[in-house]
């Protein structure tokens, strides 16, 4: 019966019915309301014409719905682009979200939607060309603007526009690309501040951050692709080298060059601002309780996350945090113990924790120390607050060459003692006493009162050299001469001496004067100023301490150019280590795979560029422990 009525009256009035549904709908589009029952009645005539279960959407599939497809393409191909004419691309956002909504609605109600039929989702994908893939242009045009404008609403709007058409490519660029233009320009903007300041550079980069994650969060609803976006950004702003640099040595060999590599500077004012945040008496400690300052820590190990070379960072933070130790100036070594484990990273933590167990083995030896040393007995009030640190020095930075300091002569028969009570503990290892990286307090007399002075043992030693002569005016050569200080480090001292930042009035007095130590030489003289003050909100303190101090040299000789130096040595030795390790396993490698899986291995403390990585490897090949092979000039074979 179905068969003869599609074949002799269906088939002649089809497409009439067809079309008077389509107007319908086209009426409906169009504001006017009708029965829809109409339209559905069209529609399920088309299923009900084969009883066959298999082509039983076939005569729906092949007229209505096609139809349907073709009709609403039609008719909003000319309403699209009249629209965006007339009311412009943020209006247009609005109105290509409202008719997707109201369209995929339209369509559940009139089109199949059983699984054999895909029906509404290939309106869907007709309405997405239409409304978004036709604009898209336009639409990405607009996305910088609404980024910089913080506007949420268009922008969730622009990602549900393009996300309908699995694309959201031009988006995501248009974020990064903004967030790194913004990050750099902030940066050049307040270069000269941030320069000075690591704790306005740190906070710069993190209000940037915080910005974008929001709106990552309010716009994006915290999309991975997005939240992939920014993450790109924030690494090419933090490994930046435009704004301000780190020139690192071209070459991983010591010595061989002087050709340097940028780097950013980042790694290194993280690390600064991390010691102003955990040494006591800086202005920054003073302004955080310790819940604060947790949280900044916290903070700086986020940014620390995008910094490609960490293992810089780790050489500074190394730095400040043995300043700290040995100057007993860490405001808590469990919180500087719990940063350390954070950091993450194996090879300096066994390290980093090996000198807190140096300290903690340190002091149960200066209380035993202190019970049975003879200078004790023999009623040295100075060993009251006496105390030495022996440190391991497969942990600690190695502070440089041994210089013999002229010492006072309490501190000079302690020594022995403190070497006979260890050498009982632990025979056959040798001390060796690195009094540059030493220091004690001094308490000076002056006309306006006494003063608690924290002082290097270099800066004691120049000061000890007036104790017989206190009104004496001393040349160079003789203070090089008392004091047995090298000429270099000796000039450094007297400079930190005559010239501290934060005094009104110098300790020491000297002539001629100059604009940095390297103009001192050996007839220029110096005496104590007996009129030294302190003076706090305009008035003259009788009392008071200073810490004259400033940053403890670790390293009396080695500059810049030698810490970076090393820097690089160190990468060309980790990056030898990890392609052996990987030929080992592997035993035959093309280069392009080498190379990713080399950068896999360290990216976690550097990531190696391909001049380093080229240069181990011709090494390697020169010490032959690997070697090219003879049938592909782009492939290396282990060598056992």
Request: proline share 3%; charged share 30%; hydrophobic share 35%.
């Given at each position: 019966?179905?068969?003869s ?5 269906f ?7 067809q079309?008077?549904?389509m ?7 169009n ?66 979200d ?55 609403e ?43 300041d690591?704790?306005?550079y ?11 994650s ?29 704004v ?10 010591r ?23 955990l ?15 947790e ?16 293992d ?33 990273a ?18 149960d030896?200066?209380?035993?120390f ?21 440190l ?61 002075l924290?002082?290097?043992?270099l ?6 050299a ?11 050569s ?21 010239s ?7 300790l ?5 004067h100059g ?35 400033q ?20 990468r060309g ?29 360290l ?38």
């Amino acid at each position: 019966m179905l068969e003869s009525w599609n074949n002799n009256i269906f088939k002649d009035i089809k497409h009439r019915l067809q079309n008077s549904a389509m107007k319908l709908v086209q009426a409906e589009r169009n504001g006017e309301s009708f029965d829809s029952q109409l339209v559905i009645g069209v529609r399920d005539s088309y299923v009900s014409l084969k009883t066959d279960e298999k082509d039983k959407y076939k005569v729906y599939i092949e007229n209505f719905e096609r139809a349907y497809l073709n009709e609403t393409t039609r008719f909003y191909k000319q309403k699209t682009g009249q629209y965006l004419g007339e009311h412009g691309i943020l209006a247009y956002l609005h109105y290509a979200d409202q008719k997707l909504k109201e369209e995929e609605k339209r369509a559940r109600r009139y089109l199949e939607s059983v699984p054999e039929c895909n029906s509404v989702p290939l309106l869907i994908g007709r309405c997405v060309d239409v409304f978004v893939t036709e604009f898209r242009e336009q639409i990405t045009n607009e996305c910088p603007n609404l980024i910089e404008n913080n506007d949420i609403e268009r922008l969730r709007l622009v990602f549900t526009l393009l996300d309908h058409t699995g694309d959201i490519t031009s988006l995501t660029q248009a974020l990064e690309t903004f967030i790194v233009k913004q990050g750099l320009d902030n940066m050049l903007k307040n270069r000269d501040t941030i320069r000075q300041d690591p704790e306005s550079y740190v906070q710069q980069l993190l209000d940037l951050y915080r910005q974008f994650s929001n709106l990552v969060h309010d716009a994006f609803s915290n999309d991975p692709r997005f939240l992939t976006s920014r993450d790109k950004a924030f690494q090419k702003i933090i490994n930046d080298t435009s704004v301000f640099q780190l020139d690192m040595p071209a070459r991983a060999t010591r010595g061989a060059t002087r050709t340097t590599l940028a780097e950013s500077r980042c790694p290194e004012l993280l690390a600064q601002y991390c010691d102003i945040l955990l040494r006591k008496g800086t202005s920054t400690h003073k302004k955080y309780s310790s819940e604060e300052i947790e949280s900044k820590i916290k903070d700086v190990l986020l940014l620390l996350k995008y910094v490609q070379n960490k293992d810089v960072f780790m050489r500074f933070y190394k730095g400040s945090l043995t300043r700290r130790l040995i100057l007993d100036t860490s405001i808590d070594n469990e919180l500087e113990e719990s940063i350390v484990i954070q950091l993450r990273a194996p090879e300096f933590i066994l390290k980093l924790q090996q000198m807190f167990k140096d300290l903690k083995l340190n002091r149960d030896m200066n209380e035993e120390f202190r019970s049975v040393c003879p200078s004790s007995r023999n009623n040295n009030t100075m060993m009251d607050s006496f105390s030495f640190k022996i440190l391991s020095a497969a942990a600690w930075p190695h502070p440089g060459d041994k210089i013999d300091v002229s010492l006072p002569a309490q501190i000079e028969d302690v020594l022995p003692e403190i070497e006979e009570f260890y050498k009982k503990k632990h025979s056959g290892r040798k001390l060796t006493w690195y009094h540059t990286v030493s220091n004690g307090q001094l308490t000076f007399a002056s006309k306006a009162g006494k003063y608690d002075l924290d002082v290097s043992t270099l800066q004691a030693s120049v000061l000890f050299a007036w104790n017989h002569r206190p009104t004496n005016k001393l040349t160079f050569s003789e203070l090089k001469l008392a004091t047995n200080i090298p000429e270099t480090e000796l000039k450094k001292t007297l400079w930190s001496l005559v010239s501290f930042a934060k005094l009104k009035q110098q300790l020491i007095c000297y002539e001629p004067h100059g604009q940095s130590h390297q103009d001192l030489s050996e007839s220029s003289l110096f005496w104590i100023n007996y009129d030294f003050t302190i003076i706090r909100a305009g008035k003259v303190q009788t009392r008071g301490h200073i810490n004259m101090i400033q940053r403890l040299q670790l390293n009396t000789e080695k500059g810049r150019e030698e810490e970076n130096e090393e820097i690089m040595f160190l990468r060309g030795e980790r990056t030898k280590e990890a392609i052996v390790q990987i030929m080992k396993t592997r035993q035959r490698m093309n280069n392009a795979q080498l190379q990713t899986e080399l950068i896999e291995i360290l990216k976690n403390m550097f990531v190696p560029s391909k001049k380093l990585i080229k240069e181990m490897i011709e090494w390697l090949i020169d010490h032959r422990y690997m070697a090219r092979s003879e049938t592909n000039i782009s492939e290396y074979v282990y060598v056992a």
